[in-house]
């Protein structure tokens, strides 16, 4: 083991879309473990979009709020290099959120509202699952799948349906007895949905996006999983049925414009939408599902029933890059992940 360590630290808050230049690549000495405390050497890294609500100037939304100088909020995979507490010993592997760097120090008593470091079951699945499939986009995925209230034959549409909550979503909407129709930027994403199963894709990108919509969901849209807000969403109002149920899962196409934004003021297609079709919308925040669904997702995975595919990005270093391209474009299906270091 060497004396220093990489971290990613908070350099500039972001406006609009973060760029990689809003980081800072840091050397700094390695943390040593004191009473009740472990030492994490970071596997893992998940590029979550959620973590786009930490860097804002003001804080306008979420639970994590980073000051300039901060390492950036990340969640991981980790392997304990030395333990002084006696729930964990070295080479036990846990998932927690200790954020963009290489070694972290832990101190699992004091851990915050998600509980101590969660330990894994190495012979359940890869462990990178545990910040996919099998951690909070899975969890999520479910959660918001059961919110929809979903009845055998309803046409399900998703939004950033590529995506590590989406790709989930689709398919336990399916095993519900649902047809899943996926929504992804790019003919390559849309394949990637039809590979894993789902019923129809469009491509929001598209200029015939309404009409690929229509011809995928042809009966109209009985529920809609919405990660996205902005067009995609307007479009998918204009194609609901009466009835239908909306989970608000997230809104990254508002991420960057602060609380009201900079118009115009879509409020009238929603209010319209609203009483027309009787559209009930449910948001949630943070991980609702308790942990035992991940036991569910696993039996599904053995079953065949959900395949989960990842994206992986090499280094710490790529962290930046990695983030930023969830806002402006990337191929990533899936989860999408970075590779700190193989584990010993
Ligand atoms: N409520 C909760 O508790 C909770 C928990 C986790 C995540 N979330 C939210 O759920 C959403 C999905 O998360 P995730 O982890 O699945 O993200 P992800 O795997 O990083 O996928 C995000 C995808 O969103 C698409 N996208 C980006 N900007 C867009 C825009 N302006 N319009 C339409 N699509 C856009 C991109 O795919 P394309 O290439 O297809 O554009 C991007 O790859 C995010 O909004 C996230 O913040 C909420």
Not at 89 to 109: F, H, L, N, Q
Not at 274 to 285: D, K, Q, S
Request: charged share 20%; glycine share 12%.
């Amino acid at each position: 083991m060497t004396d220093t360590m990489k971290q990613i630290v908070l350099a500039s808050y972001a406006k609009g879309n973060p760029k990689p230049s809003d980081f800072r690549l840091e050397e700094v000495p390695l943390p040593t473990a004191g009473d009740r405390e472990i030492l994490l050497r970071t596997l893992w890294l998940a590029v979550d979009p959620l973590f786009r609500f930490a860097i804002d100037e003001v804080r306008l939304s979420g639970a994590t709020h980073l000051e300039l100088g901060d390492v950036m909020v990340g969640a991981t995979v980790s392997e304990v290099v030395a333990s002084n507490h006696p729930d964990y010993e070295p080479g036990d592997v846990v998932e927690g959120r200790t954020g963009w760097r290489e070694y972290a120090v832990v101190a699992p008593d004091q851990s915050d509202y998600r509980g101590p470091p969660r330990k894994l079951d190495r012979s359940l699945a890869p462990v990178s699952t545990a910040l996919g499939v099998l951690g909070m986009p899975g969890q999520t995925a479910h959660g918001g799948v059961e919110t929809l209230r979903i009845k055998p034959g309803d046409t399900v549409a998703i939004s950033a349906a590529a995506g590590a909550v989406g790709s989930i979503a689709g398919q336990i909407a399916r095993i519900k007895g649902a047809r899943a129709v996926g929504i992804a930027g790019g003919p390559a994403k849309c394949q990637a949905l039809l590979d894993l199963g789902f019923d129809g894709a469009a491509d929001y990108k598209s200029p015939d996006f309404a009409a690929q919509l229509k011809a995928a969901a042809p009966n109209g849209i009985d529920c809609y999983f919405d990660n996205t807000g902005g067009d995609v969403t307007l479009e998918v109002f204009r194609q609901l049925n009466r009835g239908a149920r909306m989970a608000m899962c997230g809104y990254i196409a508002y991420y960057g414009m602060g609380f009201e934004g900079p118009g115009p003021d879509h409020m009238p297609a929603l209010y319209r939408t609203i009483m027309n079709t009787g559209l009930e919308i449910r948001g949630f925040a943070g991980v609702f599902a308790p942990p035992s669904v991940l036991e569910e997702i696993a039996g599904w995975i053995s079953d065949g029933k959900i395949t989960y595919p990842e994206t992986v990005v090499e280094g710490l270093e790529s962290a930046p890059d990695a983030f930023a391209s969830v806002f402006s474009g990337n191929d990533a299906v899936g989860k999408l992940l970075v590779r700190v270091a193989d584990l010993a």
